[in-house]
């Protein structure tokens, strides 16, 4: 009988296994493993990017897309350049691998069952990201079309399926429905809630919108960069999205940040060069006051709160109205400070009011005081305020407050 405790054998063979991989380890740095495959098909898929890139300039400038197109068709390439580029770091990496280390590997995975076995503590292993395993083969209408109902079909059958409904999602983007895109997006996020995927799902709420990213598609991306400052494709989106609201020294800061996260002979690095260098006239013609204030927008909450509504307004306004709540200066200027859009679903609404969702130009809403709040509902969705609307307003808000109630109970 041992007096052994079944870790210390654990903890043995973990030792061993190490000593095993510091020895293949010394050996491999002596070895260099070719690898052509993978930069073979990375020149191939190089070639192709900046052949498609090509095709939607001339498309844009022959006048076969408009601005809003072909920045939107940009955005989407530039997404799968960062996923190539991506996969090719995972296949260089693999190419190179020892064949002694798939025998630690193995060891491992044999070591991680014991360890469950004995101990009761499953071991979590790495897995490709959805949003990376899920890629359309459809190239023509008609094959779109054939394999968005199929799909369909899929997600009413499995409707936990999270990779049949980003299929879903997908297939709908590339018909631009982005609508129908953005709500299959909904669903993949309840089942597997991935920043990758939050960011694509701004994207397709900001298209079906008319290309405005204030409001719901904002606030999904300073989340995502708030937990994950240096995210590529959050800092790409947001300046996309900063350049749609004309706020170019914003633009230009998140694109160098995006810049210097990709290699310099990328691709991707090419394709934020030429956006960058497209802006740069527009920076210089700003002022001074106006470039300061862009690189100093900050995405974190300054005024929260939650916007109700009396049950006679809920009864008059259907699905699919949409809430503005932003911010003014009491000096009495018309002009908001911040801006907050969303398309309730149920109510209260929960809000938060940033300096990153500015007009693009002072003041910030960090700089003042105190502020108006203004909650309107639209019917139509228009930014200026309609016959019809329902509002209220609120005087004398404290920059930093937590906690502010907006109840509509009127026009």
């Not at 309840?190 to 995927?197: F, I, K, R, T």
């Not at 939050?198 to 904002?218: D, F, H, N, T």
């Not at 002072?362 to 639209?378: K, T, Y």
């Amino acid at each position: 009988m041992s007096f052994l405790p079944p870790w210390m054998g654990l903890l043995c063979v973990l030792l061993c296994l190490g000593g095993l991989a510091a020895w293949v380890v010394q050996r491999g740095l002596k070895q260099k493993v070719p690898v052509v495959n993978g930069d073979l098909q990375s020149q191939v898929n190089r070639q192709i990017h900046q052949q498609h890139l090509a095709d939607l300039d001339r498309a844009l400038s022959e006048g076969r897309l408009n601005a809003e197109q072909h920045q939107s068709a940009r955005d989407e390439l530039l997404r799968h350049v960062l996923d190539d580029d991506a996969q090719a770091k995972i296949s260089r990496s693999n190419a190179s691998l020892p064949v002694a280390w798939r025998w630690i590997v193995v060891g491992l995975v044999l070591l991680s069952g014991l360890s469950y076995v004995q101990l009761g503590a499953p071991q979590a292993w790495w897995t490709v990201p959805l949003s990376q395993r899920v890629k359309i083969s459809a190239t023509t209408p008609e094959q779109l079309a054939e394999q968005t109902r199929q799909w369909l079909q899929t997600t009413q059958k499995s409707p936990k399926d999270a990779e049949a409904w980003l299929t879903l999602a997908r297939l709908h983007a590339a018909q631009n429905a982005h609508a129908l895109a953005e709500q299959a997006l909904a669903q993949v996020l309840s089942l597997a809630p991935e920043p990758d995927l939050w960011i694509e799902r701004a994207q397709m709420k900001a298209l079906s919108g008319g290309g405005v990213y204030a409001g719901e598609p904002w606030q999904w991306i300073q989340d995502v960069l708030r937990t994950q400052p240096q995210h590529l494709n959050a800092l790409v989106l947001a300046g996309s999205a900063a350049l749609s609201e004309k706020r170019y020294g914003a633009a230009q800061g998140y694109w160098q940040r995006a810049l210097a996260l990709v290699p310099a002979d990328s691709e991707a690095a090419q394709g934020l060069q030429q956006a960058l260098a497209q802006i740069a006239p527009q920076v210089q013609a700003q002022g001074p006051d106006v470039k300061a204030a862009a690189s100093s927008v900050d995405a974190r909450p300054l005024i929260q709160g939650e916007v109700r509504v009396s049950s006679d307004v809920q009864s008059q306004i259907g699905a699919g109205a949409t809430l503005f709540v932003y911010a003014l200066a009491e000096d009495g200027s018309r002009r908001p400070v911040a801006i907050w859009r969303g398309t309730p679903a149920a109510w209260p609404v929960h809000f938060g009011l940033s300096d990153s969702m500015g007009m693009g130009a002072p003041p910030l809403l960090s700089s003042l005081a105190q502020v108006r709040l203004v909650a309107r509902i639209s019917k139509t969705g228009s930014a200026q305020k309609q016959e019809g609307d329902f509002q209220v307003e609120l005087s004398g808000v404290k920059t930093g407050v937590q906690g502010v109630v907006l109840q509509i109970s009127g026009r």
